[in-house]
């Protein structure tokens, strides 16, 4: 049995050594090891042997097996190490070759605008407060001093969904100002937020869309007065616009939920038909702003004798237009690929 299992391995190796390929290993394998291979066949015979011998030649047959195994693997791992060094050949990339061209995307000047809006107000201690697109009656209106009879809540102005059951009316919000009462209701003074987010009116020309994006701050506390809010104003257009010579005044006006309120204007020039902003003798609106009425104040809880503050807004797209020198506000909306690579910013500027 010595000579047979010498001349078995002996033949593994020259067999193994002539395999080019798995397949021709497998083939090998199970001559070697199969129903009727070589080493199967000498493993039959042990049972014609006295059990002294058995032991003895089944232990010396056991180990030539792990041998044929180990040979078996060596040759194998060998092989797909070549198979695979082929394969990564033949699949190379050549990085050398330039890439294929992708569209680059681009950030939108509504999207811009309100990242920079927050930031600027950030800096100054405002976090940002967000609500609900549908708004009720009294979120919307009534707690923002509204009366019944107030141009707003007539249909022309306010997109309203279909009544309900007990005879009220949602509405998609005219204003960011929702998310003020939610926030003075929900949360104790002091306050300072900013309310960014999507609004809707009735309204549609060359700067007028029917959704179009507000940005409004409130501050609650007991000690705020006007000249916090000018201060606040000024200093966020100063940075905005990029210039200090930008010069800001305060114009009384009248909204219902504040008292007293104003527009803001800033400076600018319209000398040969071109607008600029800056110092030139012509003023242009931005923003309105004001103290924040007392009984919006009571609407929602709290003391107008012991807590005050201020609120303002603005339209993101008309901030967008004066600092982008975008003349249309409808072209933001018509998804014109052109215009976004005009306008656009890209994502890392």
Not at 11 to 28: G, H, K, N, P, Y
Not at 39 to 58: D, Y
Request: charged share 25%; glycine share 8%; aromatic share 8%.
């Amino acid at each position: 049995m010595e000579e047979d299992l010498q001349e078995l391995e002996i033949w593994l190796r020259d067999a193994l050594a002539i395999a080019d390929s798995v397949l021709a290993v497998e083939v090998v394998r199970i001559e070697a090891l199969g129903k009727k291979g070589r080493l199967t066949t000498l493993l039959k015979t042990l049972g014609r042997l006295s059990p002294a011998e058995r032991a003895r030649q089944g232990e010396t047959l056991n180990a030539v097996k792990q041998t044929v195994l180990a040979l078996i693997e060596t040759r194998l791992a060998a092989l797909r190490e070549a198979e695979m060094e082929v394969r990564l050949a033949a699949e190379r990339v050549d990085i050398t070759l330039p890439a294929r061209p992708e569209p680059e995307g681009c950030i939108h000047p509504v999207s811009r605008t309100i990242d920079t809006v927050a930031a600027l107000f950030g800096v100054m201690g405002f976090s940002i407060a967000e609500g609900p697109d549908i708004e009720d009656d009294f979120h919307n209106f009534t707690a923002l001093n509204m009366p019944l009879d107030h141009p707003a809540r007539q249909m022309h102005d306010t997109f309203y969904l279909p009544k309900r059951a007990d005879g009220s009316q949602f509405v998609l919000r005219t204003h960011t100002s929702p998310v003020q009462i939610r926030t003075m209701r929900a949360q104790k003074p002091p306050i300072r937020i900013i309310a960014p987010g999507r609004t809707y009116r009735c309204d549609s020309d060359m700067t007028h869309t029917p959704m179009f994006h507000q940005v409004e701050g409130l501050v609650i506390d007991e000690s705020t007065h006007f000249g916090h809010l000018k201060g606040c104003i000024t200093e966020f257009i100063h940075a905005y616009f990029e210039s200090d010579t930008v010069p800001v005044r305060f114009r009384p006006s009248f909204f219902p939920f504040t008292e007293p309120s104003a527009e803001v204007d800033i400076g600018c020039s319209r000398r040969g038909g071109e607008m600029k902003l800056g110092p030139g003798g012509d003023w242009l609106e931005i923003m309105g702003c004001g103290m924040v009425h007392p009984r919006v104040l009571t609407a929602c809880g709290l003391d107008p004798e012991r807590w005050q503050g201020f609120a303002f807004g603005m339209g993101v797209e008309r901030l967008a237009m004066l600092k982008h020198g975008i003349p249309d506000l409808r072209t933001f909306y018509e998804s014109d690929v052109r215009w976004l690579r005009h306008y656009g910013f890209r994502p890392f500027e």
